[in-house]
């Protein structure tokens, strides 16, 4: 498999003009879909399959997941991320044809994964010379919303006004303790949504944001241990904010 490009800019020639528009689908949660995006190839030179240096993929971007970071939406099965089938966990895509020449334009199609909570996700992608360079268009996004179980839209979450945003240090916790039962009286398991909390009521909800991922999830046990955390997140939770196992949260309330 080809080593993920690392370099931000360079080779003349290599160029791509993003065609059409940012895509959106409606899933049920657990779902898969096909997306296709298409982009230009404006450079002077083609893309070609199978050479390093010459091959174009669609890679993970800034501002969410992050550069060449995995997706809640889709990925290899590795780095946490869902098996949906990309070339690589931080790959969606690699072009649809042997060889994309100047002035041609290539449909990269990829699949995603509606997460386990309903709630509005995207995915930031901007193509690539693998091995070579990052190429344009940035600012191009694959935007999924998670249905709620009855196949109604999620609704806003209704927020006091004002509404205060605390920014907290949260950790994910479950590994050893799964089939235990909570502070609050559930058990404990891969699929709970929810946080621990030190103070809150059991049940109390909690709207959460991390990147452009958002979630309300109810307090299910007593934690974190450590001060300097305000919230522990379950393995669910922690998926479908899709931060990293210690991470920096919006906690809006």
């Not at 991320?81 to 449909?107: C, D, E, K």
């Not at 006004?161 to 891969?190: D, E, F, H, I, K």
């Not at 974190?224 to 939770?237: G, M, N, Q, V, W």
Request: with cysteine; charged share 10%.
């Amino acid at each position: 498999m080809a080593p993920p490009a690392r370099v931000p800019s360079g080779m003349p020639g290599f160029h791509a003009s993003w065609y059409g528009q940012s895509g959106y689908m409606s899933l049920c949660m657990g779902t898969k879909a096909t997306a296709t995006v298409a982009f230009y190839n404006s450079g002077s030179r083609g893309w070609v399959t199978g050479r390093i240096g010459e091959t174009a993929y669609l890679g993970t971007w800034m501002p969410e997941p992050g550069q060449d970071s995995a997706s809640i939406l889709g990925g290899d099965g590795t780095m946490g991320s869902p098996a949906t089938g990309w070339p690589r966990y931080n790959r969606l895509a690699a072009q649809p044809s042997a060889y994309v020449g100047p002035n041609q334009i290539a449909w990269f199609q990829f699949q995603v994964v509606a997460p386990p909570v309903p709630g509005t996700f995207r995915v930031a992608l901007r193509p690539l010379i693998e091995g070579a360079q990052w190429m344009e268009d940035f600012g191009v996004f694959w935007v999924v919303t998670v249905l709620n179980a009855d196949g109604t839209p999620p609704v806003p979450i209704p927020q006091p006004s004002p509404s205060v945003t605390t920014t907290v240090l949260a950790s994910y916790y479950g590994p050893g303790l799964y089939g235990n039962r909570t502070a609050c009286g559930l058990t404990l398991t891969t699929t709970l949504q929810g946080v621990a909390h030190r103070t809150l009521p059991c049940g109390t909800l909690v709207h959460l944001k991390y990147g452009a991922n958002e979630v309300t999830v109810p307090v299910v046990d007593r934690g974190p241990t450590i001060l300097s955390r305000e919230f522990d997140l379950t393995y669910a939770t922690k998926l479908a904010l899709g931060c990293p196992d210690l991470c920096t949260l919006s906690w809006i309330h």
